[in-house]
């Protein structure tokens, strides 16, 4: 019956364990597992260590030197590899995020990933610690990553949209996203991934160059210059909107499928 095609259809896939107990057991309820407290904690990373004093640092004395160098401009970011790439970004002020910024968040994983995850920008937890994805809504990401059999660091990767943090956790302005967008670029050309999940509509307009509504993108393989691109909703969105957690589940589906096309 309909129990057990599910869980043909999710051992097809390679979930993981946790997520086929919680399936068989819950066959209607699969996509809540994703915030349940008992599976952060089975899949969370191990608890970050005590955060530092946000001391600030001083931003004009590595930014001098940097822009002396020319290290922001895009023609130059174009042709960087990782290591210029990397202390480009920690020193930039190409738009006004940098000012209120406390760490840069640059980006994490595997450099050669096939899965790319684009979220919008750094927040609280975020800036403070300098990697993407670190706060709740982060470890809801590594639970979907889990779902799929994906983890973070391991043919994957996870960026933003902006690598420093609109003050409030606002959406980035345009100017924010296209000063930034240089960065992204050349990260993904130097990743080549195979597929690129955009996670909510800031990722997703900036990734396709148009306004569209997260509804009407969702379903079909865009194209990121040349890359497939697949557009879902943001985790945080999804912790405040839990009856669209199934969908996210479908777009995950949609994911898996599409990649396991794109290696034949
Ligand atoms: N939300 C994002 O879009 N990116 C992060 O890194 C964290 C939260
Ligand atoms: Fe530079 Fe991007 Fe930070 Fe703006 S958000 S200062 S463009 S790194």
Redesign the pocket.
């Known amino acids: 019956g309909d129990t057990a095609r599910r869980e043909e259809m999710l051992r097809e896939m390679g979930i993981s364990p946790l997520w086929q107990l919680r399936a068989t057991a819950q066959v209607e309820e699969q996509a809540d597992v994703m915030t349940e407290p008992a599976d952060l904690a089975a899949s969370s990373p191990p608890a970050p260590v005590a955060r530092e004093p946000a001391a600030p640092e001083a931003p004009a004395v590595q930014v001098q030197a940097a822009v002396a160098a020319g290290s922001h401009e895009p023609a130059r970011i174009a042709k960087m590899d990782w290591p210029d790439l990397k202390s480009s970004v920690a020193t930039c002020t190409a738009c006004g995020l940098y000012a209120k910024r406390n760490k840069t968040?640059f980006g994490v994983g595997d450099e050669h990933a096939d899965w790319l995850f684009v979220?919008?920008?750094?927040?609280a937890?975020?800036d403070a610690q300098g990697e993407?994805?670190?706060?709740q809504?982060?470890q809801l990401l590594d639970n979907m990553l889990a779902a799929i059999a994906l983890q973070r660091g391991t043919n994957v990767y996870?960026a933003?949209i902006v690598k420093c943090r609109p003050p409030g956790n606002r959406n980035p302005q345009q100017e924010e996203a296209q000063a930034c967008s240089h960065y992204l670029q050349r990260q993904i050309e130097l990743i080549q991934p195979k597929l690129i999940i955009a996670?909510?509509k800031?990722?997703a307009v900036n990734l396709l160059g148009r306004d569209a509504t997260i509804t009407s993108l969702r379903g079909q393989v865009h194209d990121y210059r040349n890359i497939p691109l697949i557009i879902t909703y943001?985790?945080?969105y999804l912790l405040r909107t839990l009856p669209d957690k199934a969908k996210a589940w479908e777009d995950l589906c949609f994911a898996v499928n599409t990649m396991q096309k794109l290696m034949h």
């Open positions: 968040v979220g919008e920008g750094p927040g937890d975020e993407p994805f670190v706060g809504a982060g996870i933003n996670l909510g800031v990722a943001h985790p945080a």
